[in-house]
């Protein structure tokens, strides 16, 4: 991983699914280096068992997500197990893909469960939340869905949440 050029001849991918951690974590930063082998290297990245690999994809992830990635992030995402740290940078990288479907899952997890005569609200404080309504305002500030969101969040009593909402939370990586 140190080569300052890989060899034309050499694919680290033959190397991403190997038993040894550290000889995956070397081809999956080679694979993110070359750009035909980018993609790949995210989704790969985002599958292994180990914590640190999942970091590397991720950050690689927000810098630019294939959206084939997008399955890869949901596990992730809705492993409970899975440490906060990490749900949040998938939630941020997600909030980087400009689609429908990223706009509504991340409106789901920021509201409450509509209730009989209730309104929805904004879920409790995690860090999760903040991720939610930050990537909201970066990405979503002029969707109407999203905009229920933004609105509550400006109008919430903890000065994090009105940060998030106007698009200046601070990012944690």
């Given at each position: ?41 995210i989704i790969i990245s985002l599958g292994d068992d180990d914590l640190a690999n999942v970091r590397v994809g991720l950050g690689a992830a927000l810098v630019g997500c ?87 969040a400006e109008e919430s009593n903890d000065p994090e949440v009105r940060r998030a909402a106007a698009g200046v939370a601070e990012e944690q990586a």
């Amino acid at each position: 991983g140190s080569l300052p050029e890989i060899p034309a001849d050499f694919s680290p991918a033959t190397y991403a699914g190997n038993d040894d951690v550290r000889v995956r974590r070397e081809a999956i930063k080679l694979m993110l280096r070359i750009p035909s082998q980018r993609d790949e290297g995210i989704i790969i990245s985002l599958g292994d068992d180990d914590l640190a690999n999942v970091r590397v994809g991720l950050g690689a992830a927000l810098v630019g997500c294939p959206t084939s990635a997008v399955s890869r992030l949901m596990v992730l995402l809705n492993d409970r197990r899975m440490q906060v740290e990490i749900r949040t940078l998938a939630i941020r990288v997600l909030g980087t893909l400009r689609t429908a479907a990223t706009r509504d899952y991340l409106v789901e997890h920021a509201l409450t469960k509509p209730g009989w005569f209730r309104r929805r609200r904004l879920q409790p404080k995690t860090p999760e939340l903040v991720a939610v309504v930050a990537a909201l305002a970066r990405g979503f500030k002029q969707d109407l869905k999203a905009q229920v969101v933004l609105r509550l969040a400006e109008e919430s009593n903890d000065p994090e949440v009105r940060r998030a909402a106007a698009g200046v939370a601070e990012e944690q990586a």
